[in-house]
């Protein structure tokens, strides 16, 4: 679900008071976009998914990657009605609780 090495690498790479800053901004402007998407027309899907598919990369939530490749194949393809954004929602949410619950340890 996390790609915890990708977390590790960032946070060597920024440094743990930037990382943190990360996180934050992250979180925030994903579930700002999943919230814009769920009444968003399906044409702006395309562009929302590639954006939640980039931010979910840098940040290491592969399962949230995968899915938002998926959704945004599919609006590329025109293929709307396979893309369920309340499902994206419900996996963003279950690797955001896996990485803070992840992080909670690693800071214990």
Same mark, same amino acid.
């Given at each position: 679900? &996390?790609?915890?090495?990708?977390?590790? %690498?960032? =946070?060597? /790479? &920024?440094?743990?008071? *930037? +990382? /943190?800053?990360?996180?934050?901004? +992250?979180? /925030?402007? @994903? /579930?700002?976009?999943? %919230?814009?998407? #769920?009444?968003?027309?399906? *044409? #702006?899907? !395309?562009?929302?998914? $590639?954006?939640?598919?980039?931010?979910?990369?840098?940040?290491?939530? $592969?399962?949230?990657?995968?899915?938002?490749?998926?959704?945004?194949?599919?609006?590329?393809?025109?293929?709307?009605?396979? &893309?369920? @954004?309340?499902? @994206?929602? !419900?996996?963003? =949410?279950?690797? =955001? !609780? $896996?990485?803070? !619950?992840?992080?909670? =340890?690693? @800071?214990?």
């Amino acid at each position: 679900m &996390i790609d915890w090495s990708a977390v590790a %690498q960032l =946070r060597g /790479e &920024i440094g743990e008071e *930037d +990382f /943190e800053a990360v996180v934050d901004v +992250f979180l /925030e402007e @994903v /579930e700002d976009k999943l %919230q814009e998407l #769920a009444s968003s027309p399906t *044409d #702006a899907y !395309a562009a929302g998914f $590639h954006f939640l598919k980039g931010s979910a990369s840098y940040l290491g939530f $592969h399962a949230l990657q995968t899915v938002c490749a998926e959704a945004e194949k599919s609006a590329r393809y025109g293929a709307y009605d396979t &893309i369920d @954004v309340d499902a @994206v929602s !419900a996996v963003y =949410r279950q690797s =955001r !609780a $896996h990485f803070l !619950a992840g992080e909670a =340890r690693s @800071v214990s």
